[in-house]
């Protein structure tokens, strides 16, 4: 029953979720995910023996710093963006605004982390680790011939960002979760991209996004050994699937669309790493919930017919580039 509940309704509901109809829906969604994990759902064995420092943040630092870069350094006349598919060149605006909407969102994150050292500290690093993504996506579109005017970078900063939350905690584990898909869909588009430069950038990219993904998790699964109930705020986290796409995008119908095209690269490898993390962190895979949740949004696989989160093929487009 809740599965058709869901499947009717929460397409519309996640586009709309960061509206000021959040009021109304987060506590519907805080329902929801308290009854899907009702009952006494032991911690994962591998949450069980992880063991956190009280600052996540000295590690993190000495791990970036190593693996610092400068995307301007990057010789951007070998990108090929020729070798681009159109549905490519189309994702590339995807991730170009996914990168712009750091200018509108993150006085929202720091004003939330301020007064936490660790993520306070974090923010700074993440913030620059960022800018190699937004500045590396806009050089990019101007390769392509598709440069975004002033007006358009401008209008996604200006945006006022509602905050996904008041509680610090809950927002670290929107940022782990949004993480945590563009670290997914950056790793299966590099492996798809014909033009070597971009596929390596954007392959650097999922990398970065990973450690990002690893330092929140590490703080929202933290949280969960101190207090196993925050696991609901997490569920409802992934059943609203918080991103700043909801507010950057234009609307209900560019929101979808923007989520298409990156479930597009959303695979079987992507969608197994995926249900581990939600083990890792809730105690349970939910597999029946997730199927249901991916079939109501995923594309089709052009090539096995299947929806995309169940295909393994190893390329998605074959042919020429058009
Ligand atoms: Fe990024
Ligand atoms: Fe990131
Ligand atoms: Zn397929």
């Known amino acids: 029953m809740l599965d058709r509940v869901l499947s009717s309704t929460a397409r519309y509901l996640f586009a709309y979720n960061q509206t000021p109809a959040k009021i109304v829906l987060d506590p519907i969604y805080a329902l929801v995910a308290r009854a899907l994990l009702r009952g006494e759902i032991p911690l994962s064995p591998r949450l069980t023996a992880k063991t956190f420092a009280d600052d996540l943040y000295p590690a993190y630092r000495e791990h970036s710093r190593k693996l610092q870069y400068f995307i301007e350094d990057w010789d951007f006349t070998e990108a090929r963006p ?3 598919t159109k549905r490519q060149r189309g994702v590339v605006h995807t991730t170009t605004l996914g990168e ?42 101007e390769l392509m011939g598709e440069r975004w005017p002033k007006e358009r970078v ?9 905050a996904y939350s008041d509680d610090p905690l809950e927002i670290a584990a929107c940022n782990m979760y949004q993480e945590l898909l563009a670290f997914l869909v950056y790793r299966s588009l590099g492996r798809q991209l014909r033009d070597p430069f971009l596929a390596k950038m954007v392959t650097r990219f999922g990398k970065d996004e990973l450690r990002h993904f690893r330092f929140y998790e590490d703080v929202v699964a933290r949280q969960i050994k101190r207090d196993p109930s925050f696991r609901v705020t997490v569920l409802k986290v992934f059943l609203k699937a918080t991103t700043p796409f909801n507010q950057v995008s234009g609307g209900a119908g560019p929101t979808l669309q923007h989520v298409a095209n990156g479930l597009f690269y959303f695979r079987k490898p992507e969608y197994d790493f995926f249900l581990d993390h939600v083990e890792l962190l809730l105690g349970t895979r939910l597999e029946s919930l997730f199927e249901t949740y991916f079939k109501m949004l995923a594309p089709t ?22």
């Open 301 to 322: 696989c052009e090539q096995c017919d299947l929806h995309t989160f169940r295909c393994a093929c190893e390329v998605f487009e074959p042919g020429a580039p058009n």
């Open 100 to 141: 712009t909407s750091g200018m509108a969102v993150s006085d929202g994150f720091l004003r939330a982390f301020r007064t936490s050292r660790e993520l306070a500290s974090f923010f700074g690093t993440w913030f620059v680790e960022e800018l190699n993504h937004f500045r590396g996506f806009h050089r990019y579109t």
């Open 82 to 84: 020729e070798l681009l």
């Open 154 to 162: 401008d209008a996604v900063a200006e945006i006022e960002f509602r």
